[in-house]
């Protein structure tokens, strides 16, 4: 999936979750890995002896970590061989006849089309959907989170019909004979590990209301006119066909981003190098820089947010930052040393689509390339460059591992 393909994907993401996807401040890239590098600023690869003693120089001269001149092949002491990694992933990812056409029928059923009423009969038969009110009481009273309205219950299944959750064991039994029009009321006993102090082990009643029957249908007998109309003026969607390609990518993409996860983690833990303390000190300077910028507002302080907002200290968030730090830098530092071996260039037009997706994306508010710039820079719109520019690359060497990958499906 190329650089043109970015903004679909956000939309597969969004109808698929019923939200808007939130990209993640840094990702978004060359290709196939644009959902999977994360918001730190890149080591500068200039290879000069001069560089190397910035390097040392560090943090104590105020130098930003792009300004470093940190050479990741200097750093990488053994490469794992990533010629063909092997890859094991869930048998839902397979790109597969029935795969796809369960995701469209799961999608059609969260927005009510994968059922049609019934109206030649008023009795519930086992098989059927039922639409409902419910309310469940505890000792004569109505507890929290025991009501709901115009709910489609899969009798048989014993589940949510439209999101295909599941409910307690024995919840929707009392339903198989009831009447359209009548309430009917079923005593349920949750299980003791539910997770809720009050209903462990308690035996309730459901009180329903029964207001429709309606019954599964299959992809064939679904309207092209109630596709077009549920999803055409948002995303494009006019018929079976347009709807199977949609799913079509949006299985591709998260294949891909399971597929990219495991190669990431797999040519890092196979793989052997080192980080400059300095370097370290200053990429997490520049992330609590950049965290500060986006969530600490009213003169707040970055101890005082994680503390408000996590009950952790400083000392504690910066514990996991390093964390986390540790790991993109691995990541950051193999890919670009097989970005050298592989000879991977620059493709200025992909790379102005990759800046262009940040633009695009209104959940991050940039207005223009430089502001995307200096926010990767942590305020200098030329470090920013450089980051972006050298994530780039090594998201093109992470489609390169990826494509030539070794990929079995298991159950």
């Not at 002896?49 to 390097?55: M, N, P, R």
């Not at 799961?106 to 009795?123: A, M």
């Not at 996590?310 to 993109?328: K, R, V």
């Not at 305020?379 to 489609?399: F, H, M, Q, S």
């Amino acid at each position: 999936m190329k650089v043109e393909d970015i903004n679909m994907k956000k939309q597969i993401v969004a109808i698929m979750l019923g939200a808007t996807m939130l990209l993640t401040a840094g990702c978004g890239a060359s290709d196939k890995a644009s959902t999977e590098q994360t918001n730190e600023t890149q080591a500068n690869e200039t290879q000069t002896d001069e560089a190397q003693s910035t390097e040392a120089a560090g943090e104590e001269s105020g130098v930003s970590s792009a300004q470093m001149g940190v050479v990741p092949s200097e750093h990488v002491s053994e490469l794992c061989d990533y010629s063909a990694v092997p890859i094991s992933l869930s048998a839902v990812y397979e790109p597969s006849t029935e795969n796809i056409q369960n995701v469209e029928m799961d999608l059609l059923n969260s927005y009510g089309l994968g059922s049609k009423e019934v109206s030649d009969r008023t009795t519930v038969q086992d098989g059927d959907y039922v639409k409902v009110d419910y309310t469940g009481y505890q000792n004569g009273e109505a507890f929290s989170g025991g009501t709901a309205t115009d709910v489609l219950i899969d009798v048989s299944n014993n589940k949510d019909a439209e999101k295909g959750t599941g409910y307690i064991t024995g919840f929707s039994d009392g339903l198989i004979g009831a009447e359209v029009g009548s309430t009917i009321s079923s005593d349920v006993t949750f299980p003791e590990d539910y997770g809720v102090d009050s209903l462990n082990g308690q035996t309730v009643t459901f009180e329903f209301v029964v207001k429709g029957i309606y019954t599964p249908i299959g992809l064939d007998e679904v309207e092209d006119s109630a596709i077009a109309d549920q999803f055409g003026a948002t995303y494009g969607i006019s018929d079976k066909s347009t709807l199977e390609d949609f799913v079509k990518q949006y299985i591709e993409s998260n294949r891909y981003s399971a597929l990219v996860s495991q190669i990431k983690d797999y040519v890092v833990k196979n793989s052997t190098y080192d980080i400059p303390e300095d370097y370290l000190k200053a990429r997490l300077s520049e992330y609590e820089d950049i965290y500060e910028q986006t969530y600490c507002t009213d003169g707040q302080t970055l101890e005082e947010y994680f503390q408000d907002n996590y009950s952790m200290s400083l000392d504690e968030a910066e514990e996991q930052l390093l964390s986390i730090l540790n790991e993109q830098i691995g990541v950051e530092f193999a890919f670009s040393v097989i970005a050298d071996k592989e000879a991977i260039e620059m493709n200025e037009d992909e790379y102005a689509a990759y800046v262009q997706n940040f633009l695009s994306n209104d959940s991050l508010n940039f207005n223009s390339e430089e502001e995307v710039y200096e926010y990767f820079g942590a305020g200098n719109a030329a470090d920013g460059e450089t980051y972006l520019r050298n994530l780039y690359l090594v998201n093109k060497a992470i489609d390169h591992v990826a494509d030539n990958a070794v990929v079995t499906y298991t159950e």
